[in-house]
């Protein structure tokens, strides 16, 4: 297991950053928050992103994919993270993609995966029901029939739901909620029938949404992988998903962390610098060690999800281990911005409050970290 990108990933760190530095930088986000964007990011810059090969890493070369490997997304997220920039790619591509690739038949892999990577068509999950993530509590039902499923329920936290062109719905065929077996995954398109899709607004300004499904039918051939058994191919999208957005945090805390040492060294009060406080010192080097305690468990984490020998288990561990890290890393580090700031911090004046708000969500998405330490712990 290497910790450490490779040169052909070190390089696509730099072309993702250039690249989203001139295209999608803080300033664009603050844009599409202020005019309201529904999609809440750019479609040209989504399609410009498609263009430099980012839907198609983690996916064979078989479907037009590349055949990077997952480990490969983790500079992007990193660099979206740093820039705040909004884009699908968790979504469409790490999250209802790698299901598809994962549990689709030939037929499904094909049609949709053509489509997502080429990105002439958007796919998100719908999984979580409450208002914290656990996926072992589905009880959307679907039932079957003559025709082939009904499925009836509500989804919320679908993240890019907006403007979806069809949902990979997680659903129960059997059991109760809380019980593994019995969830099966669904193909549902965005006009079906009684599928209702509004948003649900969060502090970050996102593209979330709500999906209601009121005795939607689908046909047999909307079932992704055999039925009652998707929880393993869920589980692992999950886990791809909850180690990207483990990148995100940390690009995003890096980034807040060199923005306040750059404004410790010039902010001056007393006719002094403030970063000469040994008391501020000390905070920064704690945030410091925790930012590269952050790094070293992302990178054990990315190394997992190519790793096919290693023991679920362990890649549960792993990966629960980099979100909890990096998440509890972002807000701490997103707290002391504030705090070093002052009053500032929390002023749109400036973009610390942005990062703020986007820490709070992304944190919180795919599992909070009570969730991940609980998740950890289960595994050990």
Request: proline share 3%.
């Amino acid at each position: 297991m290497s910790l450490r990108y490779s040169d052909e990933q070190r390089l696509l760190a730099d072309s993702a950053r250039d690249f989203l530095a001139a295209r999608s930088p803080v300033s664009v986000q603050r844009r599409l928050r202020d005019e309201a964007v529904v999609l809440g990011f750019e479609d040209q810059v989504w399609r410009d992103a498609v263009d430099l090969g980012w839907s198609a890493i983690p996916f064979p070369e078989a479907f037009g994919g590349l055949d990077f490997g997952c480990k490969g997304l983790g500079p992007i997220f990193e660099s979206m993270g740093r820039n705040l920039s909004a884009t699908p790619l968790l979504s469409s591509v790490v999250l209802a993609g790698s299901l598809v690739h994962l549990a689709g038949n030939s037929e499904q892999q094909m049609h949709w995966l053509q489509a997502v990577i080429s990105g002439e068509q958007r796919l998100a999950l719908a999984v979580d029901e409450h208002p914290r993530h656990d996926p072992s509590r589905i009880a959307l039902q679907a039932v079957a029939n003559d025709a082939g499923y009904r499925l009836h329920g509500e989804k919320f936290w679908v993240v890019d739901g907006l403007g979806a062109d069809a949902y990979v719905v997680a659903a129960r065929t059997s059991g109760q909620p809380g019980d593994t077996q019995g969830i099966s995954l669904f193909l549902v398109p965005a006009d079906a029938q009684g599928l209702t899709v509004s948003a649900l607004p969060l502090i970050d300004s996102r593209n979330s949404a709500r999906v209601q499904l009121d005795q939607v039918q689908v046909g047999s051939e909307a079932l992704l992988g055999a039925l009652g058994e998707g929880w393993g191919a869920l589980e692992t999208a999950l886990d791809r998903g909850r180690t990207c957005l483990a990148a995100e945090l940390l690009g995003m805390a890096e980034q807040l962390f060199e923005t306040t040492l750059e404004y410790l060294k010039t902010r001056v009060q007393f006719e002094t610098q403030i970063g000469t406080f040994q008391v501020l010192q000390h905070r920064a080097a704690q945030m410091y060690i925790n930012l590269a305690l952050s790094r070293s468990a992302l990178m054990a984490a990315l190394a997992t999800l190519d790793d096919a020998n290693l023991d679920t288990r362990e890649r549960a561990r792993l990966v629960s281990l980099a979100k909890w890290k990096a998440g509890d890393t972002a807000i701490k580090v997103a707290n002391e911005a504030v705090q070093m700031h002052g009053g500032i911090g929390v002023t749109d004046e400036l973009d610390v409050g942005l990062y703020l708000k986007h820490v709070r969500v992304a944190q919180s998405c795919l599992g909070d970290r009570d969730f991940h330490c609980e998740r950890y712990a289960a595994n050990a």
